[in-house]
């Protein structure tokens, strides 16, 4: 009995450690592009947006890899490229650690500019002064016009300035003569978002980072729960959650590879049957 003890025992861990083994492979996988397809209305031209989300620079995310994941986002060729937060593993980073995990975006190229929005692991301030010279443009509850766009990047949701109000004046306040599209690190503002904003689009969630078949997914009965990864789509309004790009707390994802979100913008007359995801 005791031999078969020791037998089931060492089975289990033999699979424990496989399991563990394959999802730091995963993690460390080339992220794939997932395209999704959203009409926008007062759109004049398809728009090509280009999306990367929580690539937490660490010791499982050197600089060397996010420039790669730069490159990859370069040879889609995008209009707009926007970063949606936690630029950073765990908490607290000093100036100079978080310039260094921001350094690899100034490599970015999008015909109407690179914008970024703050994640709940981020420093606000930190952050603001490292994207100072790379060429991103930093969106902390403000909007800026990009082509034929105007975004509005919002403040982390979770942080202590409560920024859905803030948004929201931002949104009403935004020029009538282009569509809005709203950035946020969290899903969770797309319950409060108001028209004339189309889009929002966030991270945050990895996806829920590793899956496992016949595993229940923790908290899927919360909003965040409930939109991990994907297009959403509600009357007037969508939501794009990417699973985005590193880890945090373990170094490894199961059935979550990593991404890179590439959005066409389309005309919503021309939108077509063929609106939405390619997954």
């Known amino acids: 009995m005791k031999r078969w003890l020791l037998g089931f025992a060492g089975l289990l861990l033999a699979l424990g450690f496989g399991l563990a083994s394959y999802g730091v492979w995963e ?16 759109l004049q031209a398809p728009l090509r947006i280009v999306q990367l989300s929580d690539s937490h620079a660490g010791f499982d995310m050197p600089v060397a890899r996010l420039e790669r994941v730069v490159a990859q986002m370069n040879a889609l060729r995008p209009d707009i490229a926007v970063l949606t937060g936690d630029y950073i593993s765990g908490y607290g980073w000093s100036d100079a650690e978080t310039r260094a995990a921001l350094a690899p975006f100034a490599g970015l190229r999008a015909r109407f500019g690179a914008y970024a929005v703050l994640g709940n692991h981020d420093g606000a301030e930190a952050t603001r002064r490292g994207f100072v010279g790379t060429g991103v443009t930093f969106l ?19 942080g202590p300035l409560h920024p859905v109000e803030k948004t929201r004046r931002l949104i009403r306040a935004a020029p ?7 950035l946020a690190h969290e899903a969770d503002f797309f319950q409060w978002l108001i028209p004339p904003a189309q889009l929002l689009i966030a991270g945050h969630t ?9 595993v229940p997914t923790p908290g899927r009965e919360t909003y965040q729960g409930s939109h991990l990864r994907g297009l959403y789509v509600e009357p007037g309004q969508s939501l794009i959650v990417s699973s985005g790009l590193g880890t945090s ?27 939405g995801t390619d997954r």
């Open 206 to 214: 990895h996806g829920g980072q590793i899956l496992l078949p016949f």
């Open 249 to 275: 707390i373990l170094p490894m994802r199961i059935g979550v590879p990593p991404e890179i979100v590439e959005i066409t913008l389309v005309p919503a007359y021309s939108a077509g049957r063929n609106s």
């Open 176 to 182: 009538g003569d282009r569509p809005v599209i709203v």
């Open 27 to 42: 993690a460390q996988l080339a992220p794939q592009v997932v395209r999704y397809r959203v009409p926008i209305i007062g």
């Open 140 to 158: 902390r509850d403000a909007g800026v016009d990009a082509g034929p766009i105007h975004l509005i990047g919002s403040d982390d949701i979770a």
